[in-house]
């Protein structure tokens, strides 16, 4: 494991010293030393799921997209249709290449008429603002990388709003009337804060989006006020989504992978008028035989983990696929896993076998995702 | 000296209590830290020949897999059975319940010392 002293060009995030003080241990993400756990992971997975984990997501980026021409420029640039979200709502996109592969995926808030806020993965920030500059060539549009000045905190389990009500400093926002993938601006000690219903866990749960200069207050604040919640790291969080069936973009999702293939072929809008990056592509669509996105399910407690090859039920040695993330479900209490597999194989049901380690586990093609949460 | 300091240590982050011609093998709790949560323990039958520096078993957390080093040449006498069956021993307990396995040996190599294992560590 790195530490900051080790990679000295390594960023940190505004709460670095907080979490240095909590005791987590840390980890290179993308160029940013990140929290990947505080205590357990296993006991961060289960406060999510039960009460309430509190996540530093401030290696995320964020880029605003401004001007008369932006919602034109947006439908130009992603898959989906942003001209027609309105205001205070939110929508997953992606962004393609011309090939009709994926960039990143990403979520945007429409915050006005010419006023979006899109959401990037770390790992894909420069790519992503690249593609954005280069697309908006023609456009009455302005992008602008913010990322730096943004953090990024997200609340996520069952009584995420009962946390966040309990912060007296937190005003300006009727919590019970913010739907699912809504946002409003509230503020929090007179700094305004983006408060979206939107998360990566598959609970109930809050993404704030406030300046990095306050972001230390508002983490205070939310422990300090918030019963039952507890700091969460990126080792909890990547067993919560993927129980959640979420894909992660260098697991699920590459410039290798069109929509289709992942089961987000619903996200690339066909029928938007126009024409957009990678439209051609995706009117063609992959090839009929290539790979899908399946869960599999195995009993025991070995997970498949990515790159792990997976075979015909009988072992035949021609891999039918390959595992993209795996691990024991710490809900659920077997392994699940999503792997890309061969279309004539990926109808649940389907008795397959994961290669782990050179010992063959039987496994079984299940819906994503392997997990609900309760309504 | 503490129980901890009495023990000699690998690089592969393992430690050895030596009584006799037995070698009792475990992981650090520094290991058992860098892992996280321990769920499976995958260890071999007693009995089993094992040769200094093959892997012998396996540790695997939520997020990754460690293998398991023979530090010395010889055979398995005893392996933890409890450890198997609540591989959580391994965070609780990496000193003492959470012992891997027992390995008789004929020859003993050069060790850590506490001091020496202490070093490696050291961030």
């Known amino acids: 494991m790195t530490s900051a002293a080790d990679v000295p060009t390594s960023r940190l995030s505004p709460l670095h010293e907080r979490h240095q003080a909590a005791g987590a241990l840390f980890t290179d993400f993308a160029g940013w030393t990140m929290p990947v756990r505080y205590s357990s992971d296993l006991a961060e997975h289960h406060a999510v799921r039960t009460a309430a984990g509190l996540f530093d997501l401030s290696h995320m980026a964020e880029i605003r997209v401004t001007g008369p021409d932006a919602p034109a420029f947006l439908d130009y640039a992603l898959a989906g249709r942003l001209s027609a979200v309105a205001h205070g709502q939110a929508k997953y996109s992606l962004l393609l290449t011309e090939a009709g592969g994926i960039i990143d995926d990403v979520v945007v808030y429409r915050l006005g008429d010419e006023d979006y806020l899109v959401v990037a993965n770390a790992a894909n920030r420069t790519e992503a603002v690249r593609a954005f500059e280069e697309r908006s060539a023609r456009f ?50 007179g700094h305004p804060v983006l408060i979206a219903r939107t998360g990566y866990t598959g609970e109930d749960g809050f993404e704030l ?167 | 000296m503490t129980e901890q300091e009495s023990l000699q240590y690998t690089a592969e982050h393992e430690w050895v209590r030596v009584d006799g011609d037995t070698a009792t093998i475990g ?71 959470g012992w891997l396995v027992r390995v008789s040996f004929t020859a003993l190599p050069t060790l850590l010392s506490h001091a020496e294992y202490a070093a490696l560590t050291a961030e």
């Open chain 1, 209 to 375: 989006y406030i300046a990095a200069d306050a972001a230390g207050g508002l983490w205070d604040n939310l422990l300090a006020e918030g019963v039952g919640l507890v700091p969460a790291g990126l080792a909890s969080r990547d067993t919560l989504r993927l129980e959640a069936g979420m894909p992660l973009y260098g697991h699920e999702l590459s410039t290798s992978t069109f929509p289709a293939q992942a089961g987000l072929g619903r996200v690339v809008d066909l029928a938007k008028p126009g024409d957009f990056v990678g439209r051609a592509a995706s009117e063609a669509g992959p090839a009929a035989d290539a790979p899908v996105l399946v869960g599999l399910v195995s009993e025991g407690r070995r997970a498949g983990r990515a790159g792990y090859p997976v075979r015909a039920a009988d072992g035949d040695a021609q891999a039918v696929g390959v595992v993209t993330s795996g691990a024991l479900s710490p809900t659920l209490g077997h392994p699940v896993m999503m792997a890309y597999v061969a279309p004539e194989v990926a109808e649940p049901g389907t008795r397959l076998s994961v290669d782990v380690r050179g010992t063959l586990v039987p496994a079984e093609v299940a819906p994503l995702p392997f997990y609900r949460r309760q309504k």
């Open chain 1, 140 to 189: 009455d549009a302005t992008v602008t990388d913010i990322s730096d000045a943004v953090a990024l905190l997200a609340v996520q389990g069952p009584a995420s709003r009962a946390v966040l009500e309990a912060v007296p400093d937190l005003t300006g926002v009727d919590l019970g009337s913010l739907g699912y993938y809504r946002s409003v601006v509230a503020r929090f000690n």
């Open chain 2, 27 to 97: 992981i650090t709790a520094y290991a058992a830290n860098k892992l996280g949560d321990v769920v499976f323990v995958d260890l071999p039958q007693a009995g089993a020949d094992v040769t200094a520096g093959t892997v012998i078993g396996e540790i695997e957390s939520t997020k990754s897999v460690g293998e398991i080093f023979a530090p010395v040449d010889g055979s398995v006498v005893e392996v933890n059975d409890a450890v198997v069956a609540s591989p959580e021993l391994v965070n609780s307990d990496p000193f003492g319940a």
